[in-house]
């Protein structure tokens, strides 16, 4: 079985625990308070050749009072010309995405199926499954090499992939149309 297989099918179960465990600690109204503790205890600024981020970034803070708000956390992926909605789910990790938005990254590709490329701070994983089995469309984020992920093709379940939430029905074929690596530039809808 191949890595990518592998990481794959360590990612389904990975999200079907994530979305039972979110869904506890949201019903018990803990979720938000250690997220925000923790993150603001981490939010140092990492510079990187391959990733920038914006003077004022979003606070973890905003992220949950977006989400306490009822409102879906969106952020927008430009692709080239092209800007690609994505919807986040409520996690730990997403929260500590938005924290760090706005982004630009440098992907690569891996195994014609994902853009992988590094972020500046490690994201949650408070809650997450061990494993996930993402889908075309997903975005996820790689655990163990602290990588933002496109999901364009067909990935199997592997540890350590925590998914984020989705990209709208162009996103996999606009991220699987370009060839090789590719900045991208995230930030919170508006």
């Known amino acids: 079985m191949t890595a990518s297989a592998v990481r794959s099918r360590a990612f389904s179960g990975l999200v079907a ?3 039972v465990l979110a869904l506890a600690a949201c019903s018990a109204g803990i979720a938000s308070e250690s997220t925000a503790e923790r993150s603001s205890s981490t939010s140092a600024s990492v510079t990187s050749p391959n990733v920038t981020s914006a003077n004022v970034p ?3 803070d905003a992220a949950n009072e ?4 009822g409102e879906a ?3 927008d992926i430009q692709v080239g010309e092209r800007i690609v909605v994505g919807t986040l789910n409520d996690t730990a990790a997403s929260r500590d ?18 853009k992988t490329g590094p972020l500046p701070g490690e994201l949650s994983t408070d809650g997450a499954p061990g494993s996930a089995d993402p889908n075309p469309g997903d975005i996820g984020y790689y655990a163990p090499g602290n990588d933002f992920v496109l999901y364009y093709g067909d990935q ?3 540890p350590g992939i925590v998914i984020l939430g989705n990209m709208d029905e162009t996103g996999s074929d606009t991220v699987g149309s370009i060839d090789g690596d590719v900045t991208v530039t995230v930030s ?3």
């Open 73 to 75: 956390m969106q952020i």
């Open 97 to 114: 995405l938005v924290a760090q938005l706005p982004l630009t990254l440098n992907l690569s590709d891996h195994g014609s199926v994902e």
């Open 58 to 60: 979003a606070t973890v």
């Open 156 to 158: 199997s379940e592997f």
């Open 17 to 19: 625990a994530s979305s």
């Open 188 to 190: 919170r809808s508006e």
């Open 66 to 69: 977006q989400v306490e708000n």
